[in-house]
């Protein structure tokens, strides 16, 4: 062949080549109209007077100070940082005043584990130590207790990195264990009523907190609180004899949850648009087209691709428990793997790609969800137990013969009885963590 | 052209050589494109958890004869530079071809040892040492029937041709690494530079 047709083809590859990376580097794709809609829809005002998510971040103010008007501050400055911090990527935290702040004197005692299964007991060795415990944190225990009054709950989602995680889950669960020992003290004095009452309108707060969650981080602290109140009170129903009000009061606190508790899309929703609030913040839509960040990483590409994402997610967290369970168990089956394997998007949108294959939400972050459940049957039962004065040796037999209406969420079959430790459980989905279970 | 037996290919580098040198020089860069292709390919299966197979074949297609070209052309030129300067007589032309018929068995060799790795997702060792039967030898025969051919079209003694080769190899290495520090420099301050 002549060197000339040598030659032309040489440049004909090369024209090829640069209009291939020309091409590659600047092609983006076109936003899913979906997506857009659902990420630019109007957030309701977070600093407005009734939210409680202002008093959660200013829960620990200065005395003299609201631990409302403590987390409104903090939020306007929040604010401002957002509008004015130069665009590198650095996360700075703007609540930089720690000063003064209330933090949780003493230390309080670990319970509702395998160490410590009924505070009832060590309520009634230490009644000393929880009054104590109670004074020291007295002012503490009062904003607690204030946080009942708030009837909305919104958290910022446009904040991206500068969501406030820290600030939100500072001591709450020591304050609540707190109020937990008191009434086990008053319980153990006989005012059951009160002790049931108190737990009564905690639940019914976390139960609100849950259902208006939008973060991952706010339905675990909301499952946690409801956790314990589900723990204290099933202890109450076996070891106190309760009249036919308490009885009411306790059917109150253990009802099933209703969808909005434990249901997850919200959630995925609200982390989808912090991540991508977070991805704006890091390499915003105003950059020039020709930064090397821009080659590598597609704005549009890499959001179309987490929403789809979080959509499916979406959809395996509305699945009712069993078949979550088989489609957990067997994902290779799942539509979910196939939108997590690279394709051809990687060669215009390579670190976008990888951001997506090694971010996003996690199987196991939507099994607490259907653990809650599992946790109210088992407490249920355990009242019933308790109730019905069930022997040990027919545990079993009772378990079974409420698996249909207090069975194992995941599999439809009955809890299990573990005589070696006295409890009753279910096996998390999550085979590297412990069974849920709930002491005898 | 001749025909030649492939048994005498395999076993003859200098028959290799002489059946590179009977084929067109665009039959060389089809060649390079093909050996791109395969190693790009081979590579590419390793990442079939992470990447799907349309991703996987598309790299081959599209990369691996660009990095061949690439990759082919620079070390042609340092070869004959340093050759020309030891006083050799291969064109550049010459050497490219040695190149790209040379290196044509451990492409695939590569394509199959990738296959293989891709069977076998997480292979014990001994398994890894059988798979390794194949493509290691068929590398080592690459290698020699390059360093053969080399060496015999640019008429060195076998001292010469080693230290021609050796010195070639250095280069690159220097090559590689002083691009790597240059791209390196560019995506760390070049954005303040040129694009303040």
């Not at chain 1, 049957?377 to 355990?382: E, G, I, N, T, V």
């Not at chain 2, 028959?15 to 190693?39: D, K, L, P, Y």
Request: proline fraction near 6%; include cysteine.
């Amino acid at each position: 062949m002549r060197a000339s047709t040598v030659k032309i083809t040489k440049i004909i590859v090369i024209i090829f080549y640069i209009a291939l990376f020309t091409g590659l580097a600047l092609y983006d794709e076109k936003p899913n109209d979906e997506m857009v809609k659902e990420m630019t829809r109007p957030l309701p005002e977070v600093i407005e007077p009734d939210n409680a998510y202002i008093a959660f971040i200013g829960f620990a103010s200065p005395k003299g100070i609201t631990p409302y008007d403590y987390g409104a501050e903090k939020m306007r400055k929040l604010k401002d940082a957002l509008l004015t911090e130069k665009v590198t990527g650095k996360m700075t935290n703007p609540f930089d005043h720690k000063k003064n702040e209330l933090s949780y004197k003493g230390e309080i005692v670990s319970f509702y584990n395998p160490k410590m299964t009924k505070i009832l007991d060590y309520a009634a060795k230490h009644p000393n130590e929880i009054a104590h415990l109670v004074q020291e944190n007295e002012e503490l225990l009062r904003r607690y207790e204030m946080l009942y009054r708030y009837s909305h709950y919104t958290e910022p989602l446009d904040c991206g990195f500068f969501y406030p995680f820290a600030e939100f889950n500072l001591f709450f669960w020591r304050v609540q264990r707190t109020k937990l020992l008191q009434l086990a003290l008053r319980a153990n004095r006989g005012d059951v009523a009160e002790a049931l009452a108190w737990v009564r309108k905690d639940a019914e707060f976390w139960r609100f907190i849950a259902r208006n969650s939008t973060t991952f981080m706010s339905k675990a602290r909301s499952f946690s609180a409801l956790s314990n109140d589900l723990l204290f009170v099933s202890e109450l129903g076996v070891y106190q004899s309760l009249n036919r009000k308490e009885m009411e009061m306790l059917q109150n606190i253990l009802r099933p949850f209703d969808h909005g508790e434990v249901a997850m899309a919200e959630v995925l929703l609200g982390e989808a648009r912090l991540t991508q609030t977070a991805l704006g913040l890091w390499n915003p839509q105003k950059k020039r087209t020709f930064e090397l960040d821009n080659f590598f990483l597609k704005q549009n590409a890499t959001k179309n691709r987490m929403y789809a994402i979080y959509q499916e997610k979406i959809r395996l967290a509305e699945l009712p428990p069993q078949e979550f369970a088989i489609e957990f168990r067997n994902p290779q089956t799942s539509k979910y793997r196939s939108l997590r394997g690279i394709g051809i998007p990687f060669l215009y949108n390579p670190v976008g790609e990888i951001l997506v294959k090694i971010g996003g939400p996690l199987y196991g972050m939507l099994i607490p969800a259907h653990n809650m459940e599992g946790l109210r049957r088992l407490a249920w039962l355990k009242v019933l137990a308790g109730i019905e004065k069930v022997p040990l040796e027919k545990m079993q037999q009772f378990l079974d013969d409420h698996a249909r209406d207090l069975g194992n969420p995941y599999t439809g079959g009955s809890m299990m009885w573990n005589p070696a430790k006295g409890s009753i459980y279910f096996n998390d989905l999550n085979t590297r963590k412990k069974p849920v279970e709930i002491f005898l | 052209m001749r025909n030649i037996p492939l048994s005498l290919m395999i076993f003859s580098p200098r028959t290799m050589g002489e059946f590179a040198m009977e084929r067109s020089q665009m039959t060389a860069v089809a060649v390079n494109a093909f050996n791109g292709m395969f190693v790009m390919t081979a590579v590419s299966m390793t990442m079939l958890p992470l990447f799907t197979g349309l991703l996987v074949a598309v790299l081959g297609i599209l990369f691996g004869p660009l990095i061949s070209f690439i990759v082919s052309s620079i070390y042609s030129r340092m070869e004959w530079t340093v050759g020309k300067r030891l006083g050799g007589n291969a064109t550049l032309d010459d050497l490219y071809r040695i190149f790209a018929w040379s290196f044509l068995p451990l492409a695939f060799a590569c394509l199959l040892y990738g296959f293989i790795l891709f069977v076998f997702i997480k292979p014990e060792s001994p398994t890894i040492f059988v798979e390794l039967a194949p493509p290691l030898p068929v590398a080592m025969w690459s290698i020699w029937s390059y360093c053969s051919n080399v060496i015999a079209v640019q008429r060195f003694t076998p001292i010469k041709g080693t230290i021609n080769l050796v010195l070639t190899f250095l280069l690159f290495l220097v090559f590689i690494a002083g691009g790597v520090g240059f791209f390196s420099l560019l995506t760390n301050y070049g954005k303040n530079v040129f694009f303040p």
